[in-house]
């Protein structure tokens, strides 16, 4: 399983970009898909996640302003990111909980990281 991420960029504050990324591979199922980033000095810090029903969590940091959604049909997830804060500058990473076979308990894979820049 691989998963491909998109979209990163440098924008200014107050606009928006919107991340894609893209699961490959041989798989039985999708669980769990989420959004991670991790800002210089600091530790990689979940930003949100949503379930394969389409139920959503957000990080209080971002609520309000970034949206995340997801196409099964694709096996992608998006992270649409608008009123951005030049705080919001990270690599950002994806993840998804995948199940390889029907009776294998789910695992963690993740994307390489994207940057994203929000310049004040």
């Known amino acids: 399983v691989q998963l491909q991420a998109y979209g990163g960029g440098l924008v200014q504050a107050g606009g928006s970009l919107r991340l894609s990324c893209a699961a490959f591979?041989?798989?039985?199922?999708?669980?769990?898909m989420g959004w991670y980033r991790q800002a210089p000095g600091n530790q990689r810090e979940l930003v949100a996640l949503?379930?394969?029903?389409?139920?959503?969590e957000y990080e209080n940091p971002v609520k309000g302003r970034f949206t995340i959604s997801r196409d099964n049909a694709k096996n992608t997830v998006y992270l649409q990111m608008n009123s951005l804060k030049p705080e919001d500058t990270a690599v950002y990473y994806c993840?998804?909980?995948?199940?390889?076979?029907?009776?294998?308990?789910?695992?963690?894979?993740w994307g390489h990281g994207t940057l994203v820049t929000v310049s004040s």
């Open positions: 949503v379930s394969s029903d389409g139920s959503t």
């Open positions: 591979g041989m798989f039985f199922r999708i669980n769990d």
């Open positions: 993840a998804a909980d995948v199940k390889v076979t029907r009776y294998r308990v789910p695992g963690r894979y």
